[in-house]
Nanobody, 117 residues
Framework: QVQLVESGGGLVQPGGSLRLSCTAS????????MGWFRQAPGTQRESVAT????????FYKDSVKGRFIISRDNAKNTMYLQMNNLKPEDTAVYYC??????????WGPGTRVAVSS
């Protein structure tokens, strides 16, 4: 089955950390750039970070620079987002997606991150 599944979200206090995972199935994961996106209530989905096929980050949203780290393990068909020093404004549902050219055309279920004291 061709799909992306996100995991690792949860409730954390401000200043805390979470590590999100995105596992792909049914595609040749190593061929595609990958990205993390998020959508907070009442807002549009936005790009948070992207990574190329050889595990090099190519984009971070300004507000997460220095706090979030994107990485991938092609042998495990998995991408990660290490989120440190979390802030309430990071609260959102986080999604992953491939770059262009992959057979994946729909978003996965996402994983919810809530930052609150």
């Amino acid at each position: 089955q061709v799909q992306l599944v996100e995991s690792g979200g949860g409730l954390v206090q401000p200043g805390g950390s979470l590590r999100l995972s995105c596992t792909a199935s049914g595609i040749d994961f190593s061929r595609y750039d990958m990205g993390w996106f998020r959508q907070a209530p009442g807002t549009q989905r936005e790009s948070v970070a992207t990574i190329n096929t050889v595990d090099r980050p190519v984009f971070y949203k300004d507000s997460v620079k220095g706090r979030f780290i994107i990485s991938r393990d092609n042998a495990k068909n998995t991408m990660y987002l290490q989120m440190n020093n979390l802030k309430p404004e990071d609260t959102a549902v986080y999604y992953c997606m491939t770059g262009s050219g992959s057979p994946i055309t729909s978003w996965g279920p996402g994983t919810r991150v809530a930052v609150s004291s």
